[in-house]
Structure formats: C-alpha cells, structure tokens
C-alpha cells in the first residue's frame, strides 16, 4: 500500500477548531491521515481510472473516529449520548475516552457482535434496541431526559460531524493528482456532506457522488423529490452503516445541490465489491465500506473517462458474516 497523504498531517485543521485544554496524549490519538492506495488489477477488472482512499487504518476502523474526535473535542459536556450501527459507537467511546468523558451508545440488538464488543472495550455503555419495536431516536430521547448534562450527538446531522468528515476531502483535495470524482456511501449523509464542505473550499474540481443501497435509498429519492424522504422502518441492508431512516437536516442542506448523483446499488453487488476488494486489491472492507466500488459495478458509464477515488469507510465486519461474502 502506498501512502500519498501527507504524513505531517496529525490533525486537519478542520478536525481541531479549539485546542483548549488538548493533552499531548489526545494530540498522539487524533485522527490519522487516510491511506491511498492503488488498485491497477481492479482498475483494469472494472474499465475504470480508480484508486481508493481506505479508512480501514484509521482510528477505531473507520472514518467515523474523525466525527466523533471532533464531537468530543468541542464540546464541554461529561457525557455524550449517541445511536449507532456500531461504527461511530465505538469511535465515540473511544474518543471519549481519551477526553475523560463517559459515553452511551445506543446499537440494534441485531448489530453485529464485533461492534458492540468494540464499544464495551473502549469503555462506552451499550444501550442495545429492538428497532421493529423501539426507533433508536426514541431511546436516545429517554436517555437524554435521564441524563440532563448529556451531549446528544447524531453520526451523522450534526455540524461537529460534518467538519470533522471534511477532513478526509480536505486530505483528498491536497493530493498531487486529485480525483475527478469521490464516491462514497451514503446512509445519513454525514461523510458525503463533509466532503461537500471539503470540495467546496479546495482548489480542485472534485466532484461527490454518493453510493447508496437500493433497498435503503431514501437519500436518492430525496435527491429525485427535492426534499427529505425517509423510510418507514430500518432497511436490512447488508451494509449496515446505511440503516438509517433518513439524511439528516444539516446533511441536506449540503446534499441537494452538492452531490452530483446518487448511485442506487443493489445487494449482490455490493457483495461483489466486498470480494473485488479482498482478491483483486487485498483489502478487507465492510459492506458499507465497499459501497463505492459497488457503484461503479452498477453504474459504470457514470466513471467512464474520470479519475475516480472510491472511499473505503471502513473494515469492522464480523468475521463469518465476512467469511460468507467472500466465499461467494
């Protein structure tokens, strides 16, 4: 794997707005810089210009670590409440860990046992929901009324999460060659819309396209309807990152004049890109963290003659669930 990012880069300017009270310990663990690599088997497999920048080595496994350092740097309350899939579950326990605040993760009894067991060894609470019974925004709501002194953070509609998912566009936009075009998943839109914010302010002309299921794709359908659509229950789509009901309200406000389209993706090839990743770039992704590539399985003519970088958000998937994919 080849690191193009600037290795000098400990802390994106976008990630620490405030640095008060910051230890040197918490400047060691912020977030890393993205890891580039270049995948010229997949690439050719495809008939497409790619390369991917991979979170899997970031902090916690995913790009949900600079969210929440962000969350947890900027704001002053001891205990911060949040609903998770699991990612930024365990990114947030983790992050308040390193700040000395105490840290509640609302997770689906369903989620997958390497994330909740991810939020319990970084010293979080999991609050665990049967979401056919009880929406995770509800609990959260109950919890918060427990807990006055409580910060509520969205993974996703919230403008610390945003500013700190902009710095891996920030990262993308400095690169010596930057892409025509980033692709990434799409569930809340809490990535998608930071890199928005991110493209906005580079130099660069890069453009975001967002990666969503089909069976999840109430963002695309916002984006078609031209306000917030959402879906009535929690879509079992295998990538669970996107179970979301909706994007959130900071994230449209990006959204629907800053993406360039939203690519609906099917199951099967989203499992498809999960074993491109393993055989043909040696890299373990997540579903959710292959959405990309899965895009560009669906819909190649949107790539054709671009410089694509597709965002592999993450790596913490259960190992049989990983197992069965790749077996096919």
Sequence with gaps: MQRMSDPSIAVPDAVISSVRNVSPDQIADSPRPTTIVEAPRLGAHL??????????????????????????????????????????GQAMAYACKLFGKRCTVVMPANSAKVKVDAVLSHGGRVDLVDTTKVKRATRVAQLAAEHPDAYVASAYDDPFVIAGNSSLGDELGRLAAPPDVVVAPIGGG????????????????????????????????????????????????IADGTRTLSVGKHNWELLEDGLETIVEVPEDAIREAVRLLFFLANLKAEPTGALGVAALLTSPETFRDRRVCCVITGGNVDAAVYAGIIAG
């Design 47 to 88: 008939g497409i210009d790619v390369f991917l920048a991979t979170e899997t080595f970031q902090r916690t496994g995913s790009f949900k670590f600079r969210a929440a350092y962000n969350v947890a740097l900027n704001v002053p309350n001891p205990h911060v409440i949040a609903a998770s899939s699991g990612n930024f």
């Design 190 to 237: 809490g990535l998608t819309s930071g890199l928005i914010q991110a493209a906005r302010r580079s130099t660069s002309t890069m453009a975001v396209i967002a990666a969503e299921p089909l069976i999840a794709n109430d963002a695309a359908r916002s984006l078609r309807e031209g306000h917030i659509v959402s879906n009535e229950t929690e879509p079992q789509t």
